[in-house]
């Protein structure tokens, strides 16, 4: 996502540079008419907005504060833009901290995957204050296709975030489970994809989804892991408010299940794969009587 995010902006005219721990992660952004940094501290000293498209929290608080991280380097009055899906605790104390070195952030979760990315056409839940996005200047409105301000509160646009994590988190695993389902009762897969698309029970989810499970493709354009991680988030957050969430325990426990089955690293689709093990079923793509 964060190549698709450097494209899109170079592509509005936004002058980028970028950086990855794998280098040639950054070879499209040099062809595209970018620039490549060797370090966060050789961003941070070129940039005065940098977006953070990282795995969870713990990546971003590593890109931010350690010695060449941005925090050290940036220019006073630069902005963050933290865009990893984290607990909503976390951002008012990235916020904290960074005001503290003249710098702000924006709490900017995003939605639309790799291919929304490269698009341009992602969603982001920002929240932070109004100096953060003044000094955001195009950045955002560059790289997506909608930007939600939510409020002058890091921790918000999060918030909304794990809301929409336990949505699609469950919507993959009820699709994985009705595909699943069908197959067991003898209906074509491509057909029962295509009457459900045209009724009532499609939701984004099965749309999108049950097409790789249909070409038997369960390359990772999100993974089993990043719902086992983002699934726990919400979990977690229900725990302390003390609110009860069975549909997300139960989904949590099939990407559980799935990781734990070696799945962990495909695309969160292959949850399916549950199901054949313990039904018998066999899948578009794979052999009789193995589910992969």
């Known amino acids: 996502m964060g190549r698709g995010a450097a494209l899109s902006a170079l592509r509005r005219g936004v002058a980028t540079w970028g950086y ?21 501290a ?19 608080e590593d890109v931010l504060f350690r010695s060449d991280g941005l925090v050290a380097h940036l220019r006073p009055g630069s902005v963050v833009i933290a865009s990893a899906t984290v607990d909503p605790a976390y951002p008012p104390d990235w916020a904290a901290r960074l005001e503290a070195a003249g710098l702000w952030l924006i709490d900017a979760p995003v939605s639309g995957g790799a291919v929304k990315a490269a698009a341009g056409e992602m969603t982001i839940m920002a929240s932070g204050r109004p100096e953060a996005f003044a000094a955001a200047g195009t950045l955002l409105d560059a790289i997506a296709g909608k930007v939600y301000r939510l409020g002058d509160r890091a921790g918000i646009g999060s918030t909304i975030k794990m809301v929409n994590q336990h949505l699609a988190g469950v919507h993959i695993a009820a699709a994985c489970e009705a595909m699943a389902l069908g197959i067991k009762a003898g209906a074509d897969p491509r057909q029962l994809y295509e009457v459900i698309c045209n009724s009532a029970g499609m939701s984004w989810m099965f749309a999108n989804r049950v097409p790789h499970i249909l070409a038997g493709d369960y390359t990772p354009l999100s993974t089993v892991n990043i719902f086992v991680k983002d699934l726990g988030i919400v979990l977690d957050a229900a725990r302390d408010l003390k609110i009860p969430l069975p549909l997300a325990a139960a989904a949590h426990q099939l990407y559980l299940g ?16 549950l199901y054949a093990a313990q039904s018998g079923i066999t899948l578009p793509g794979a052999t009789p009587g193995k589910a992969s």
């Open 20 to 40: 990855d721990v794998n280098p040639a992660a950054s070879d499209a952004i040099v062809e595209a008419g970018g620039k490549r940094a060797g370090s966060p």
């Open 258 to 273: 799935a990781a734990g089955a070696g799945h962990g690293r495909e695309d969160d689709s292959a949850v399916i794969k």
């Open 42 to 60: 050789e961003l941070a000293r070129a940039c005065t907005a940098v977006l953070i498209l990282v795995v969870n929290a713990e990546q971003t």
